[in-house]
């Protein structure tokens, strides 16, 4: 599969994403719908200094809630996924949604350049 139908059927069985982007290992938008540039590197920047600040390793999972929407973003061998969604999102499934997008990109030509 492409990395585009990766990313049509996560937002078929994900009904709360309102946006979501799909990223290669190197760093490279692979597939988007709704989805700001930049957006991605933030959101791992903070929360990776958040989790050096606190002794961790670097982080695999993150959630950021808003007012109105949830950022979740899912990092596996490299590749990540990001999405935005509606406030009352399940987070669990967000998260088993996206990681199932990555593991099924993961075998992709898309993520192997």
């Given at each position: 599969?492409?990395a585009d139908a990766i990313l049509a059927e996560l937002l078929?069985?994900?009904?709360?994403?309102?946006?979501?982007?799909?990223?290669?290992?190197?760093?490279?938008m692979l597939a988007e719908f709704g989805f700001a540039g930049g957006t991605g590197d933030?959101?791992?920047?903070?929360?990776?200094?958040?989790?050096?600040?606190?002794?961790?390793?670097?982080?695999?999972?993150?959630?950021?809630?808003?007012?109105?929407?949830?950022?979740?973003?899912?990092?596996?061998?490299?590749?990540?996924?990001?999405?935005?969604?509606?406030?009352?999102?399940?987070?669990?499934?967000?998260?088993?949604?996206?990681?199932?997008?990555?593991?099924?990109?993961?075998?992709?030509?898309?993520?192997?350049?």
């Amino acid at each position: 599969m492409t990395a585009d139908a990766i990313l049509a059927e996560l937002l078929d069985v994900s009904t709360h994403l309102r946006s979501a982007a799909l990223f290669g290992a190197d760093g490279n938008m692979l597939a988007e719908f709704g989805f700001a540039g930049g957006t991605g590197d933030a959101l791992w920047s903070a929360a990776d200094e958040a989790a050096r600040l606190l002794g961790r390793p670097p982080v695999s999972q993150c959630e950021v809630g808003l007012a109105d929407a949830c950022v979740f973003g899912v990092r596996e061998q490299g590749l990540s996924a990001i999405a935005v969604t509606d406030r009352d999102a399940t987070a669990g499934l967000v998260f088993y949604d996206l990681r199932t997008a990555l593991r099924g990109l993961m075998g992709s030509a898309d993520a192997r350049g």
